[in-house]
Nanobody, 120 residues
Framework: QVQLVESGGGLVQAGGSLRLSCAAS????????MGWFRQAPGKEREFVAA???????DYTDSVKGRFTISRNNAKNTVYLQMNSLTPEDTAIYYC??????????????WGQGTQVTVSS
């Protein structure tokens, strides 16, 4: 059974940083493309960042230069380092996985989400 468990969310002031983690189990992690998505109140879920099983990365324009996605295959974990946070980054952040997929493709597995709140 595949499980994705996010952690690291919280309340931070504008300009601050947070590091999200997503621990995966029940899958051969090294073969999976991993993504981060977010959903703000009243808005649709949107793509944030992804890292392929071969290491390539992609980001939505609004986070480029501020967020960094990385993975540790030995720990079955993907990270999202978020710097220079703004109130517009406030959302529930979800981790997702797809087997050898394209970075903005259809993801097969999802975590339960972690809340990120940025105060002004």
């Amino acid at each position: 059974q595949v499980q994705l468990v996010e952690s690291g969310g919280g309340l931070v002031q504008a300009g601050g940083s947070l590091r999200l983690s997503c621990a995966a189990s029940g899958l051969t992690f090294g073969f999976y493309t991993m993504g981060w998505f977010r959903q703000a109140p009243g808005k649709e879920r949107e793509f944030v960042a992804a890292i392929g099983w071969t290491g390539e990365t992609d980001y939505t324009d609004s986070v480029k230069g501020r967020f960094t996605i990385s993975r540790n295959n030995a720990k079955n974990t993907v990270y999202l380092q978020m710097n220079s946070l703004t109130p517009e980054d406030t959302a529930i952040y979800y981790c997702a996985a797809q087997l050898q997929g394209v970075l903005q493709g259809k993801y097969d597995y999802w975590g339960q989400g972690t809340q990120v709140t940025v105060s002004s």
